[in-house]
């Protein structure tokens, strides 16, 4: 090994000598991995084929152990660091350009406590891993909706998917988690210990320390589920959102749903009403019988289907590697003026990938108080996807043009503040974004950062300082 130019924290370059670097391979398990050496693309590589990030140094940890090397090592030597879950976060944060990325990728093992119906996962989790892993067991948490995804930039930053309804966000079912504090120190944060951080790593992202394992409640779910999608032509979108924001207001718990425009299997532009229903199938066809009538639709998919499938519905449509540009602004309700806007603006949208959705977070996802944890936006009830996507990275200013068009455009129809796990770092989104996306838990996660990580070692994120 030779001697390794690396970046630090506040931005300019340090030289760690070869012996430096020796003495950290050989504290850790896992491969520790330089540019040149093999595996290390793979390892720099995210689900965003536009993200093209080099670190100086990947550690690709192999458990709790090497995750407490790594944070020493970088405190220690003042290191600019990321942290990798899964790998999925649009905007890369979990690959620095010229630091050293904690990568946790590889710590991917899931336990099912079957008879307390609870679970174990490692930081490095995809929801492929969990739902495959509890669904053995009958069981399941709200996850999110592309499997691909990992369980802990979703979680960290709130964690909405299709069982929300019912459950509440991914993180409202956390227990605990295994952290390592910007200190080195291992700790377990829950309802009882180190209550405060335990408050904060539900809402406040990966600003707190590297979560090595996630504990979550379990509940009994399908193997069936009543979900899927119907489809509309694009000259009806006016009176399919109307129809779908008077429909989404008001349903019981066990469904979730989702309503915008794609492309049809067929090629054309389309409006698509996506539900999950998670209860009894009878009474599920019931609840969507006024989807399946409305139009009636060009297409109709909504059927009976293992939980694991609708959790993978979306897979193919979120393509692995293309390019990807997102806005995420919440929503209270679905006005006819921000209707208006969305059909203009799609009529002109420039990539036939590109999807534009209104989420549901309703339900349990949206009950509680605004500092129930801190996940800031609880009472708005739909996030507003936006999301550009194409293939040849030198089109990438016209698609990316046309996100942050509409997303300026439907502005003043939003509730103030954006998704923060659909959020870029402070030099792209400027800080009042940042700020927003947090909204009124912001002054108190502030607190906590200074408490956790007075230095901010945890800067390559959303970030919270102040
Ligand atoms: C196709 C697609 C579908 C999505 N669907 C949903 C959805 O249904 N519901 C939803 O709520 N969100 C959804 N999201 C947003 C998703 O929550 C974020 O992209 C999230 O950041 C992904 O987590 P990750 O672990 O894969 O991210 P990574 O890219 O690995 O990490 C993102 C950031 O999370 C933090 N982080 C990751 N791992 C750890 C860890 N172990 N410890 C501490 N910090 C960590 C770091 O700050 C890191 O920079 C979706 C995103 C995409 C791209």
């Not at 660091?81 to 093992?109: F, Y």
């Not at 904060?200 to 509940?219: A, H, I, K």
């Not at 979108?237 to 779908?244: I, P, S």
Request: net charge negative.
């Amino acid at each position: 090994m030779e001697d390794l130019r690396i970046i630090t924290t506040s931005g300019t370059d340090t030289v760690l000598d070869e012996a430096t670097v020796q003495g950290f391979k050989t504290s850790v398990r896992g491969p520790l991995l330089r540019p040149g050496d093999a595996g290390y693309d793979e390892a720099r590589t995210v689900w965003n084929g536009m993200i093209d990030r080099k670190p100086a140094l990947i550690a690709r940890c192999a458990g709790v152990a090497d995750v407490i090397h790594a944070v020493n090592f970088a405190r220690t030597h003042h290191l600019l660091v990321s942290v990798r879950g899964g790998g999925h976060n649009v905007t890369g944060t979990a690959v620095c350009d010229g630091g050293l990325m904690i990568d946790l990728s590889q710590m991917r093992s899931v336990r099912v406590d079957p008879s307390r119906r609870t679970v174990r996962a490692e930081g490095g989790t995809k929801w492929v891993d969990f739902d495959h892993e509890t669904q053995a067991f009958g069981l399941a948490t709200t996850g999110g909706t592309c499997s691909d995804t990992g369980i802990a930039g979703l979680t960290l930053g709130g964690g909405i998917g299709w069982l929300g309804g019912k459950y509440g966000l991914a993180s409202d079912n956390l227990i605990s988690v295994d952290i390592v504090t910007a200190d080195g120190q291992f700790r377990t944060a829950s309802a009882t210990e180190h209550a405060d951080l335990f408050w904060g790593v539900r809402g406040g992202g990966g600003n707190f320390g590297v979560v090595t394992s996630f504990e979550y409640q379990l509940y009994p779910v399908g193997p069936l589920v009543l979900g899927g999608m119907v489809l509309h032509p694009f000259d009806q979108a006016k009176a399919v959102f109307n129809f779908y924001s008077e429909f989404s207001s008001d349903i019981p718990d066990e469904l979730t749903t989702a309503c915008g425009f794609l492309t049809s299997p067929a090629g054309q532009p389309a409006v698509a009403m996506v539900a999950c229903y998670n209860g009894p199938l009878e009474a599920g066809e019931e609840v969507l019988r006024p989807l399946r009538e409305f139009g009636p639709p060009l297409e109709d998919h909504l059927q009976p289907m293992p939980y694991t499938q609708i959790q993978q519905m979306f897979d193919e449509a979120w393509g692995i590697g293309r390019q990807y540009y997102v806005k995420a602004p919440w929503v209270k309700e679905i006005s006819s003026d921000a209707i208006d806007i969305l059909i203009a603006h799609y009529a002109k949208v420039t990539s036939p990938l590109s999807v534009a959705l209104f989420v549901q977070k309703s339900g349990a996802m949206s009950r509680g108080p605004h500092d129930k944890t801190a996940f800031g936006h609880r009472d708005a009830r739909y996030g507003l996807l936006i999301t550009s996507m194409w293939l040849d990275p030198r089109e990438s200013e016209r698609h990316i043009r046309w996100a942050r068009g509409l997303s300026a455009a439907i502005e003043p129809y939003t509730s103030g503040g954006e998704y923060i796990n659909d959020l870029g770092q402070e030099a792209e989104e400027g800080r009042a974004r940042i700020k927003a996306g947090y909204g009124a838990n912001y002054e108190r996660l502030v607190v906590l950062k200074n408490k956790y990580d007075p230095l901010n070692l945890f800067r390559h994120n959303q970030n919270i300082c102040g």
